[in-house]
């Protein structure tokens, strides 16, 4: 969370002319209310279906740039489906960054405990391998600004697509 998939995300698929979905996006749009509230009715478990579905979903088309909820990885489906059907990134970004970037948003459910910041260091460390397991593309550090990352991405898989 705050790592930028959905800002990084939707700028990419600007650049490379391609549709841009987000699965949080998607869920939201579904069920016609915010993710805070998909939290409370139905709980985390809950919302863990609904993510899965639109996962299993969104990796049948092609051609698009998605950006996922951070808690994808949970799930040992999303994480083969994502691998196998896209070229997956993962932007590692150390928790304090991340706290800097969230501490003011309520839209993140399991952020509002009374501290974020060791929440964010734990699922951090709990994750982290689930990532580096899913991604072929690891970005370390989120030290370059948004647009940075972008144009890194783009020449990484312009040299992706030549080698192909
Ligand atoms: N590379 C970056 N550098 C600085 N701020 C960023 C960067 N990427 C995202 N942000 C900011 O961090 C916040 C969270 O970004 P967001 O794209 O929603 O992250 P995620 O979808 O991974 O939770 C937003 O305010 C966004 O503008
Ligand atoms: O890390 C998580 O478990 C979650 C991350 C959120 O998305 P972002 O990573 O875009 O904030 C959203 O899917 C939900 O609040 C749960
Ligand atoms: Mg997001």
Same mark, same amino acid.
């Given at each position: 969370?705050?790592?930028?998939?959905?800002?990084?995300?939707?700028?990419?698929?600007?650049?490379?002319?391609?549709?841009?979905?987000?699965?949080?996006?998607?869920?939201?749009?579904?069920?016609?209310?915010?993710?805070?509230?998909?939290?409370?009715?139905?709980?985390?478990?809950?919302?863990?279906?609904?993510?899965?579905?639109?996962?299993?979903? $969104?990796?049948?088309?092609? /051609?698009?740039?998605? +950006?996922? =909820?951070?808690?994808?990885? #949970?799930?040992? %489906?999303?994480?083969?489906?994502?691998?196998?059907?896209?070229?997956?990134?993962?932007?590692?970004?150390?928790?304090?960054?991340?706290?800097?970037?969230?501490?003011?948003?309520?839209?993140?459910?399991?952020?509002?405990?009374?501290?974020?910041?060791?929440?964010?260091?734990?699922?951090?460390?709990?994750?982290?391998?689930?990532?580096?397991?899913?991604?072929? $593309?690891?970005?370390?550090? /989120?030290?370059?600004? +948004?647009? =940075?990352?972008?144009?890194? #991405?783009?020449? %990484?898989?312009?040299?992706?697509?030549?080698?192909?």
């Amino acid at each position: 969370m705050g790592a930028g998939k959905t800002t990084i995300g939707r700028q990419l698929a600007r650049r490379l002319g391609r549709p841009f979905f987000d699965s949080d996006h998607e869920i939201v749009e579904r069920t016609g209310v915010p993710i805070p509230t998909i939290f409370e009715i139905e709980g985390e478990d809950g919302f863990r279906r609904r993510e899965a579905q639109t996962i299993f979903e $969104l990796t049948s088309v092609s /051609g698009i740039v998605m +950006a996922t =909820g951070g808690g994808v990885v #949970l799930d040992p %489906e999303n994480r083969r489906r994502l691998r196998a059907t896209g070229w997956v990134v993962y932007l590692n970004v150390p928790p304090l960054m991340l706290y800097q970037r969230t501490r003011h948003d309520r839209n993140r459910p399991l952020l509002q405990v009374e501290d974020p910041l060791a929440r964010l260091e734990s699922l951090h460390e709990a994750r982290d391998p689930l990532y580096r397991e899913s991604a072929h $593309l690891v970005v370390e550090g /989120g030290q370059l600004v +948004a647009s =940075g990352v972008v144009q890194y #991405l783009i020449r %990484e898989f312009d040299q992706l697509c030549l080698e192909m």
